[in-house]
């Protein structure tokens, strides 16, 4: 039981460049989520997956897509990457509704550190 | 708008000392409320949460954190603080904007334990 798990774990880009993020999670969660990590900023959301085929916009999407290829998988895409995106990106899942009406925590993945000269 | 605050940057404690971060929160809804730790170089890993009952709500490697309701607040406690204890800490509340499921971050609180 892997969990999370994330590809690359390091990526260096120019200006301009493009490239995928993939994420992955064998929890059988409904629910995915990308986040960005910046100094003094906390986490911020990008996109979220409530459920297999469904996409919506977080706190920051601009200059990002995402694919929730089936229910294990989301990947985060830059289609040109910028200088400002240079961070930390985790994806975590998460099954949010627990027995008894309970609220689940969501788990994380290990990180991708981008950088976009 | 429903927000989680932390207002300070870093804590620093001696080990063997008693620790406490600091959380206070706004929310439109019950408030869920999740401490998150991350090692460096690592993802955020699961403590503790409160959804509903007793105010003290205990969690893993010996955290503990005190929900109040009147304060809007839920800090994050531990009796002896150890130096692995060193990370960095996140405060996270449910939002109850939209139809899904999110959660809103703190901006984090660098705990660091002096030998």
């Known amino acids: 039981n892997a969990g999370v798990t994330q590809t690359p774990k390091f990526q260096v880009l120019k200006t301009g460049q493009s490239m995928t993020l993939q994420c992955a999670q064998d929890?059988?969660?409904?629910?995915m989520y990308w986040y960005r990590q910046d100094p003094g900023m906390g986490l911020r959301l990008i996109y979220y997956?409530?459920?297999?085929?469904?996409?919506d916009k977080g706190e920051v999407p601009n200059g990002y897509n995402v694919s929730r290829l089936n229910k294990r998988e989301f990947s985060l895409r830059l289609e040109s990457a910028a200088p400002s995106q240079t961070s930390v990106y985790f994806c975590?899942?998460?099954?949010?509704?627990?027995?008894?009406?309970?609220?689940?925590?969501?788990?994380f993945g290990p990180g991708t550190r981008l950088t976009v000269l | 708008a429903q927000s989680v605050a932390q207002p300070e940057d870093q804590v620093n404690v001696a080990e063997g000392n008693p620790l406490t971060v600091k959380c206070t929160y706004s929310v439109s809804g019950n408030p869920y409320l999740f401490w998150y730790v991350q090692y460096p170089n690592r993802g955020l890993q699961f403590l503790l949460k409160?959804?509903?009952?007793?105010?003290l709500v205990k969690g893993s490697y010996g955290f503990e954190a005190e929900f109040n309701k009147s304060q809007t607040s839920f800090h994050l406690k531990k009796p002896s603080a150890l130096v692995s204890d060193s990370a960095l800490y996140f405060c996270?509340?449910?939002?109850?904007?939209?139809?899904?499921?999110?959660?809103?971050f703190g901006t984090g609180t660098l705990l660091a334990v002096q030998p």
């Open positions: 929890m059988n969660h409904n629910s």
């Open positions: 997956s409530a459920s297999e085929g469904t996409t």
């Open positions: 409160y959804i509903t009952g007793d105010n």
């Open positions: 996270a509340v449910r939002d109850w904007g939209g139809a899904t499921n999110k959660l809103i």
């Open positions: 975590a899942s998460s099954d949010p509704s627990g027995s008894g009406g309970g609220y689940n925590e969501q788990f």
